[in-house]
């Protein structure tokens, strides 16, 4: 089991976990007009951005270097930890990962995970089996994506973003996500690497990941894929009772409906009216940072005892079936959360995350 001993945030919010926590219980999302680049030709003019134009890679190292320090690792400690970095595939990609490892002290790159939406999930899940094979002591992971011309071009031409300037995950009348600018790091250790290492934000406790290749970009209806990487993750942490789920939800009718069927066909019966929420309606869908930024959401949860709302919600969809939160008041149920995302092509990774 990997504990998360440093974490660090970049969302909309604001820089830090303080914003983030502000944000996400104020329930109000951190969306605007674009005015980064020119939507004028778009259908959709509304995201999560941060002000001006940020570069990632400079983000991704001030973020490594506070999640190190938060962690208390020395500059030896540093130098023997590997980084596995959750990014969009560029042909820069692997230079600018191999010098951000350098610029930050730490070993070196172990891979770099391109998944889509599901890749910072897969970025945790992949240092947690590193350190649970004992493979490595501890495992600095990082990710992130800011909304750029091209990306949101993309999304735009494809029908995908809402024009409506809200995102209702599994909600009725929900048209789509709103992109976000999202990046964080999170160091994992084992449990005996340091006597006296700082106390957790949380432990990932299960891991699961499944790519059933259905279709490029539509999901199966029976939620299939996702369900099998819930079930693997909930056996890989010895079948605990999950209490909430951060799904993955980016507020379009097919898969918001794939997923709710994947979440009650994965998770057991007695687990049907299990929380959920999708904070994406709130900081923005940060593509490959989605990940990350919602384990840093889900610890928290439980670090301030309270769920994060089911933002932009206007009505219960039959094809969505679950128990959303739409109270800020609810607090944890359970020590075990599940943290879901899912991509094109049908990758899917769940993570059982459990409280510290």
């Known amino acids: 089991m990997a504990h998360v001993t440093g974490l660090s945030a970049l969302t909309a919010y ?44 400079e983000a991704l190292r001030g973020l490594i270097d506070e999640a190190c320090d938060q962690a208390g690792l020395t500059v030896q400690e540093r130098a023997g930890t590997p980084l596995v970095l959750a990014l969009h595939a560029g042909r820069d990609t692997a230079a600018k990962a191999v010098a951000l490892a350098a610029a930050c002290g730490l070993r070196g790159v172990v891979a770099v995970h391109t998944a889509a939406c599901a890749a910072s999930n897969s970025a ?18 990082a990710g992130g994506s800011f909304v750029d011309p091209s990306m949101f071009a993309a999304f735009d031409s494809a029908g995908i973003l809402t024009a409506e300037g809200v995102s209702r995950p599994f909600s009725a009348g929900r048209s789509g996500p709103i992109l976000g600018d999202g990046a964080a790091a999170a160091v994992l250790e084992r449990a005996d690497s340091r006597p006296g290492q700082p106390g957790p934000w949380l432990r990932v406790a299960g891991w699961g990941n499944t790519c059933e290749a259905h279709h490029v970009v539509r999901p199966r209806e029976d939620g299939r894929g996702p369900a099998e ?53 709130l900081h923005g869908h940060c593509l490959e940072g989605s990940g990350l930024v919602e384990l840093a959401v889900c610890a928290l949860a439980f670090r301030e005892g309270r769920l994060p709302v089911n933002a932009g919600f206007t009505g219960f969809d039959d094809g969505c079936p679950l128990n959303l939160v739409l109270d800020s008041e609810q607090a944890p149920e359970t020590g075990h959360m599940l943290s879901l995302n899912t991509g094109f092509g049908g990758v899917s990774t769940a993570l059982v995350l459990a409280a510290p």
């Not at 945790?124 to 992971?141: N, P, T, Y």
């Open 14 to 57: 604001g820089p830090g976990l303080a914003a983030l926590r502000d944000g996400v219980a104020s329930g109000v999302p951190a969306v605007a007009p674009v005015t980064r680049f020119d939507t004028r030709h778009h259908r959709a003019h509304h995201a999560a951005t941060l002000p001006g134009n940020p570069d990632l890679f």
């Open 124 to 141: 945790l899940a992949d240092a947690a089996e590193l350190i649970a094979d004992l493979a490595e002591e501890r495992v600095v992971v």
């Open 229 to 281: 990487a819930i079930a693997k993750a909930l056996a890989r942490a010895g079948g605990p009772r999950v209490g909430y789920v951060n799904a993955h939800a980016t507020a379009t009718p097919a898969f918001d409906a794939a997923e709710a069927a994947a979440i009650l066909r994965g998770l057991p019966a007695d687990s049907a009216d299990v929380r959920v929420s999708s904070t994406k309606a």
